[in-house]
């Protein structure tokens, strides 16, 4: 499992990153405090606090250096 903070701070960041991990065939798990999420449900996203960074967690063995690439314009520092 890999674990990046990544910034949802507008519709369009949501639906976009939601567009890009569906296409991928493992679990993402969203983290905001004591609140877990799946990452594919954009329902679930907008219950979160995004005015701050989320933890997103990457349920994947192999392809991890993929994802990352995919989800670079999301993933903060």
């Given at each position: 499992m890999k674990t990046?903070?990544?910034s949802l701070n507008s519709i369009d960041k949501v639906k976009a990153f939601v567009n890009d991990i569906t296409?991928?065939?493992y679990d993402f798990d969203l983290?905001?405090?004591r609140y877990v999420i799946d990452a594919k449900s954009i329902m679930g996203i907008f219950s979160l606090d995004?005015?701050?960074p989320i933890d997103l967690n990457i349920h994947a063995e192999?392809?991890?250096e993929e994802i990352l690439s995919v989800l670079k314009a999301y993933i903060v520092s």
């Open positions: 990046v903070k990544i296409r991928f065939d983290v905001s405090g995004l005015s701050k192999d392809n991890v």
